[in-house]
Every structure is written in C-alpha cells, then in structure tokens.
C-alpha cells in the first residue's frame, strides 16, 4: 500500500518589531541599541550551532535548555516570532514528540537564521 507523503512549503516571514527596536533606541542611543542588537544576534548564531549539536546528538534536555536560553535574547531584540516558535519547540521537547519536535525544531532555525540572513544584510524588517 502506498501512503500520500505531504509536501510543507513554509510561508513564516521572520521580522523585528519595530516598537522593540524603537524602545531599545530611545532608552539606550542608536550606537548602544545596535551593539545590543549584534551581539545578541552574534549569541543566537552560535546558540543554534549547540541546538543542531544537541539535536543531532538525541541530547533533549541540553536542547531544552539551549533553546530556553535564546527565548529572552529573542524578545529582548525584538523577535517575538523567534519567541514563540520556541516556546512551541520546548513544548514538543516536553511532549516528546519526534515527529513535531523536528518539524517545529526546523521552522525555528529558518526563522532565526532568515532574521539574522536580513540583518547583516541591513534589510529592514519591522512591520
């Protein structure tokens, strides 16, 4: 018997919300809120290089913990999507649901790595 295999094509559009980025500006100076803003994103880089490790590796507790960690750097930036994909991911890590776990795993290394693609690229991806 043949089973239907389902194709997903992914339509997030990763964004900075421009109120965070704003916010951030106006309470800190532009220099000081960009500096933020790359470091931040220069620690989520090398946080999903530890997801992919600790995925791979079947290692889901320091996954949890990984993915945990860049749920506030996220916010704090201005990447609520990025912030909720990962709460999505600890829940299916939580669940332990493979399936889910990986599908939603991936849609949060897109999202984050389309977001860091689009800021070093300098595009502009406020609402």
């Given at each position: 018997?043949?089973?239907k295999?389902?194709?997903?094509?992914?339509r997030?559009t990763?964004?900075f919300?421009?109120?965070?980025?704003?916010?951030?500006?106006?309470?800190?100076?532009?220099s000081?809120a960009?500096n933020?803003?790359c470091?931040?994103?220069?620690d989520?880089a090398?946080?999903?290089?530890?997801?992919?490790t600790?995925?791979t590796?079947?290692?889901?507790?320091?996954?949890r913990?990984?993915?945990?960690?860049v749920?506030?750097i996220a916010?704090?930036?201005?990447?609520p999507?990025?912030?909720?994909?990962?709460r999505?991911?600890?829940i299916?890590v939580?669940?332990?649901?493979p399936?889910?776990l990986a599908?939603?795993l991936?849609?949060?290394l897109?999202?984050?790595?389309?977001?860091?693609?689009?800021a070093?690229?300098?595009?502009?991806l406020?609402?």
């Amino acid at each position: 018997m043949m089973q239907k295999i389902s194709v997903l094509h992914p339509r997030d559009t990763a964004y900075f919300d421009e109120d965070t980025l704003t916010g951030l500006s106006r309470d800190l100076g532009p220099s000081v809120a960009e500096n933020i803003l790359c470091r931040a994103l220069e620690d989520i880089a090398l946080r999903f290089v530890q997801i992919r490790t600790d995925y791979t590796s079947g290692n889901h507790q320091a996954l949890r913990k990984s993915v945990h960690a860049v749920i506030p750097i996220a916010a704090q930036i201005g990447l609520p999507g990025l912030s909720q994909i990962g709460r999505d991911v600890l829940i299916c890590v939580d669940q332990a649901d493979p399936v889910a776990l990986a599908a939603t795993l991936c849609r949060f290394l897109r999202w984050g790595e389309t977001a860091m693609s689009c800021a070093d690229m300098g595009l502009d991806l406020s609402l």
